[in-house]
């Protein structure tokens, strides 16, 4: 009851939005990125697209918001701002004459009604899997809100491959729907990882969509393909840090899913010699959200992983210690045994330890790598912060690990 009470506030405040920046998505094509994982990369992959093709084009990720060549902040563990700053955002590049404006968007937001009064050119749903159910309480509510995007949109498009697919299809009438998949029948269907090997196949599925989104603009298939030729993940987002003896890996992934795709993508890539190198995962959850989760992130983590170290993620108010048990759970599912941090050796497997403070876990970590190893550091990607109590304190986890293997 109290967050529909919150909700009728956010909406009064999109509409007072809009009115004081004149209802600006109405004057360029807004293209909607939703889903539980893979939605900044797939942001930033379509606006790389539209920007290579010749197109003026301004976006909001997790990471940063661009207006032509301004970068705008958009807060501490934010992936869409308050409706004052999209639409100021629109705004601007409207008045920048852009013709197009990327927005990636949480379930939050389209729950609470912050995104009232944008129509979009086009939205895509990457997947959507077990996440934030500490607010939408199940996970057929939490699908029911990601769907809300397909009605403020002209054309729609959906991963067939998802587990979603059909749960989706099931709550939408006339609305105009274009898929993309790697398996089935579909409207699109372009393997990236055949044409550049570099792509994981996890982002595979983050290229055809986006490559998807931009054919349903009116681009070409060549010039999409050509496009990607030079484009980068985003910051935090399978980010080798350090490649030497041994590998050091950040990434954002900080659902069962992510953590799944991204564990079972390294050891695809780099441990083709199974006799050989260890996976060393350290990872947390963070407190005060989604606490049923955990058990299958410790799940996930225990499928790909041969050592796992569990420390702190933005704990809040939650017990550290408690959140590292809750993940734990799964890991001892997947057969993983508890070991004192001063006693977990470099050859050990199936072992897992608890070590709170972020930097001492990646310390220790690094001082079980031998040659062949792969470190992944997971949850935090490209956040400057990291919030313990009340307070955020700066903490980076690319910036510690090149801090400590002296990398400028």
Known sequence: MF????NIFHLFQAVAANIWYGFPSRSIKVIGVTGTDGKTTSTHLIYHILKNCGKRVSMISTIYAQVGTKIFDTGFHTTTPNSFQIQKLLRLAVDNKDDYFVLETTSHRLDQNSLWGVFFEV????????????YH????????????IINLSKISLLNRDDESYPLILKRIKKQIIKTYSLKEKSDFSVDYKQIYSYITK?????????????EILGLSKDKIIRSLIDFKLPKGRLEVVYDGEYKIIVDFAHTPNAISEVLKSVRNKYFID???GKLIHIFGSAGLRDSSKRYFMGCASGTYSDIVILTEEDYRNENPYKICEQIADGLQEKSFTIKESNLIEQNDKKKYTIMIKRNEAITKAISLALPGDVLVITGKGHEMSICRGKREFPWNDIDYVKKIKFIS
């Open 3 to 6: 967050q529909k009470l919150k």
């Open 123 to 134: 939205s895509l749903i990457t997947n959507i899997t077990h996440e934030h159910l500490d």
């Open 137 to 148: 309480k199940t996970y057929e509510k939490y699908l029911e809100t990601k769907v809300k």
């Open 274 to 276: 199974k006799q050989r």
């Open 202 to 214: 996890y982002n595979s599925y983050n290229y055809l969509g986006a490559h998807s989104v931009c």
